[in-house]
């Protein structure tokens, strides 16, 4: 796992299993949905693997997509719902310096409203093409090492 192994306590595990306290939206046999105890804004929604994943690298194919497509799922039902957000955040921080702070995956589903009060003001500059290919062959070369069940075109 990326991060540690499983721990005696892992909150989204508990609330997985029905052992914690949680506001619950949706839940099948792959996934868990619930709202987030510290939102953003009013109808954040965290979606989580039932089974104990740290971070992406411990994220099988099926699992992904599962939680892409109920994360998806949940952000038409907020557009729809009574909370009518003018945008949706489908967030996900992969490790602590990404910004994780429970070490079980989720997928953040939030809400957007005007004057929120939330920004995110990257600091970003050009980088030249040279570079640019640079960075493309890493990854290329990466990619070549990754097995085909964990890569899709």
């Not at 052992?19 to 949905?33: G, H, I, K, Q, T």
């Not at 194919?61 to 945008?87: C, E, M």
């Amino acid at each position: 796992m990326t991060r540690e192994s499983k721990t005696a306590e892992c909150l989204f595990c508990d609330i997985a299993a029905g052992r914690a306290e949680a506001s619950l939206v949706y839940s099948d046999d792959a996934v868990v949905a619930f709202m987030d105890r510290y939102p953003v804004t009013p109808g954040h929604l965290l979606v989580v693997p039932r089974g104990h994943m740290v971070g992406l690298e411990d994220l099988d194919p099926g699992t992904g997509a599962r939680i892409w497509g109920v994360g998806h799922a949940l952000a038409r039902a907020l557009r729809r719902s009574q909370f009518r957000p003018d945008g949706i955040n489908v967030l996900l921080c992969d490790g602590e310096l990404a910004f994780q702070s429970v070490f079980h995956f989720h997928l953040h589903v939030i809400p957007r409203y005007p004057g929120d009060g939330w920004e995110i003001e990257p600091n970003t500059h050009e980088r030249a093409r040279d570079l640019l290919d640079g960075d493309a062959r890493v990854i290329r070369n990466a990619i070549n090492g990754a097995t085909p069940d964990r890569l899709t075109p």
